[in-house]
Structures are given as C-alpha cells and as structure tokens.
C-alpha cells in the first residue's frame, strides 16, 4: 500500500516535534498514574503467564517485558502484515495498543507506574513485506504513549526492525526494559 512521502516523513518525525517539557509527570502532581488517567488511557488485564514464559521479569531495579502485542479494547490482536494488509496508520495504531498492553503487565509486576524512573528501553518489531521500509514510523505510536506520559523519561533507546512473520499474524511485537525508582 503506497502512502505519501509526505506523511511518512512525519509520522516518522511527529514524536521528536511535540514538546514533551509539560507532558511530564512533575507538570501533574508528580503521578504517572495521573497522566495516563488525564490521557484517558486504560489498562487492560494483564497477560498471563504460561508454562514457558512469564509477561515481566524484575531483575534488581530493572523489569524486562516479554514482547507483547497488539490487543483490541474489545478483544482480539490486530493482524496483518505492513505494506500489505495494513497502512502505516493502522500500524501506528497497534503498536500504541501494544504499549498500553506492555504498561498493563508493567503495572501488574510493579503496582504503580509512579514507581517508574525511565524507560530504558524499546524493541519494537513490526510484521511486515520485504519492501517496506517505515518500521519507524509505526512503532513511534507505542513510543509516542512513552513520551505521553513520562515526558523525557519515557524516551528510551530503541529498535524498530521488520520481520517477515510474527506469532498469530499479529502486526507488532514489543519488548521494553523499564527501570524503577531505588
């Protein structure tokens, strides 16, 4: 599916133009829980773990995430393949769902995202043909969630990378390493 250059360019820079200076917790009373909650973001269950693997790992004062994907409030993953079922829109879209799933087995691990100091950092995979070329672009939308609510301590280091298939079709995997206040 072919989009305007244009608007890739700034899908792929729109989360390096927003000020995040007001978009920190300290600008609302000091509480992550608060901002997510002002952003109107909700939180779903969890994921659960199984027999092979757990949804978070804490390590000292490290959490490591097992990739997550892209759930719909209203059940089920989103699936399909970038730059063949899916636009870059669509794409953005899961991978902000992805994060808000990510931040839900987070604050299952944790108990409150105020005990977060940074994001460290984010692997974001995206499924997708060989030819296309815009993995930034979608995973800036669980990024963007980052910068939402933690300001500049929701900017982490980052991959986005494609992958000729993921688990269940779904159309995004994140991994992300968060570390908590001492």
Do not use: W
């Amino acid at each position: 599916m072919k989009i305007p250059r244009l608007f890739a360019a700034a899908l792929l820079f729109l989360p390096f133009l927003l000020p995040t200076a007001n978009l920190s917790a300290a600008a609302h009373g000091g509480s992550y829980e608060a901002k997510a909650k002002e952003l109107g973001i909700e939180f779903n269950t969890a994921a659960q773990p199984n027999d092979h693997f757990v949804p978070a790992v804490t390590a000292g004062n490290l959490v490591f995430l097992s990739g997550h994907g892209p759930r719909k409030p209203e059940g089920g993953a989103v699936q399909g393949k970038l730059g063949q079922d899916l636009a870059i829109e669509e794409g953005y879209e899961a991978a902000r769902l992805t994060m808000i799933a990510l931040l839900s087995s987070l604050r299952n691990e944790i108990g409150s995202l105020d005990r977060v100091k940074r994001i460290v950092k984010v692997h974001g995979m995206v499924n997708c043909t060989t030819e296309f070329t815009q993995q930034p672009a979608v995973i800036n939308g669980a990024t963007a969630v980052l910068t939402s609510i933690f300001g500049d301590a929701g900017k982490p280091a980052r991959a986005a990378v494609g992958m000729g298939s993921l688990p269940n079709n779904i159309a995004v995997e994140i991994e992300m390493i968060v570390e908590l206040m001492p």
